[in-house]
């Protein structure tokens, strides 16, 4: 079983910065594959980065990259979004996932690959 917990959320004016974490329990982390997701209002909750359990695999979705960064840090259990540049259309409660992976090198897109989710961030970005 694995708890997760995001952070760093808040409101930001467009063409700024926010790093968001989402902490992990466990001792085993770096056999989770992560993916942070998100949903706007009236749409559905959608792919935006994951990241393998070694940390050393990563994926975007198209209209993020080379704008938003996933990293993880498995000593402290944690995995981050950095998010740079950002636009008013990047504005969405932003989710943490996670899935057990017997694959170090693995990650997932799918919403339905995960098992755990946390409770979420706003992220608001102000024109």
């Known amino acids: 079983q694995v708890q997760l917990v995001e952070s760093g959320g808040g409101l930001v004016q467009a063409g700024g910065s926010l790093r968001l974490s989402c902490a992990a329990s466990?001792?085993?982390?770096?056999?989770?594959?992560v993916g942070w997701f998100r949903q706007a209002p009236g749409r559905e909750r959608e792919f935006v980065a994951a990241?393998?359990?070694?940390?050393?695999?990563?994926d975007y979705t198209d209209s993020v990259k080379g704008r938003f960064t996933v990293s993880r840090d498995n000593a402290k259990n944690t995995v981050y979004l950095r998010m740079s540049s950002l636009k008013p259309e990047d504005t969405a409660v932003y989710y943490c996932?996670?899935?057990?992976?017997?694959?170090?090198?693995?990650?997932?897109?799918?919403?339905?690959?995960?098992?755990?989710w946390g409770q979420g961030t706003q992220v608001t970005v102000s024109s």
């Open positions: 996932a996670a899935r057990f992976t017997y694959y170090s090198s693995n990650y997932y897109r799918a919403k339905s690959q995960y098992d755990y």
């Open positions: 466990g001792r085993t982390f770096s056999t989770y594959a």
């Open positions: 990241i393998s359990g070694s940390g050393g695999s990563t």
